[in-house]
Every structure is written in C-alpha cells, then in structure tokens.
C-alpha cells in the first residue's frame, strides 16, 4: 500500500505507465473521474478474463492442438491472470483502506 504526502491511502491503478510500472491514484473521491474510468477499465479486464478463460478451456477440451494455439492460449491467460491479479491487489488495499473497492 503506498500513502501521499497527508497518508492517505492511494489506488493502485488497472495501467501501468511507460516504463511498466506501476500508477497510483491520491483521491478521497471514489467517484472521481480518474476512479470512475479505472472502475470501466477493470470491469473491461475481468471480462476479457471470463472470455480468454472459456476460450482456453474449450481449446484444452480438444484431442489435437498445435503448439502455436497452446502458445497462444497460455500467452493470453499469463496476461489475464496478471491484469486480475492487479485489480485484486488495488480492491485489497481499498478495503484494508476503507475505501470504495468497486
């Protein structure tokens, strides 16, 4: 969890900035602008999870896959996995806040 300069809990952020790291947000307002897109940006993420989870699942269900489709599957779910793990993270340290977790 990081905190701003009057130790207030910041949110971390579903993008990353130039360089891949990490985005933070200092705002009490969880309806802000900035908070409300982050929320879009999320629930989007979580849905692109849902559908590259079915996907997958329906491809491993096949007798013949080639290597490139597992390539391909297992590249999509590494990042599905790495985007929800980062909303899980910044809903976690919202509610250990007692903020708004979304």
Do not use: K
Request: include cysteine; charge should be negative; charged fraction near 25%.
């Amino acid at each position: 969890m990081m905190f701003d300069g009057q130790g207030r809990a910041l949110r971390l952020l579903p993008w990353t900035n130039e360089r891949g790291g990490p985005c933070w947000l200092s705002t009490a307002n969880p309806d802000s602008h900035l908070s409300r897109m982050a929320d879009e940006l999320e629930a989007d993420m979580i849905a692109s999870a849902e559908y590259v989870l079915e996907q997958a699942r329906e491809l491993f269900a096949e007798t013949v896959v080639g290597e490139r489709e597992l390539r391909f599957a297992g590249t999509r779910l590494a990042e599905s996995l790495g985007d929800t793990l980062r909303i899980a993270e910044s809903r976690g340290g919202r509610l250990e806040s007692g903020g708004n977790a979304g």
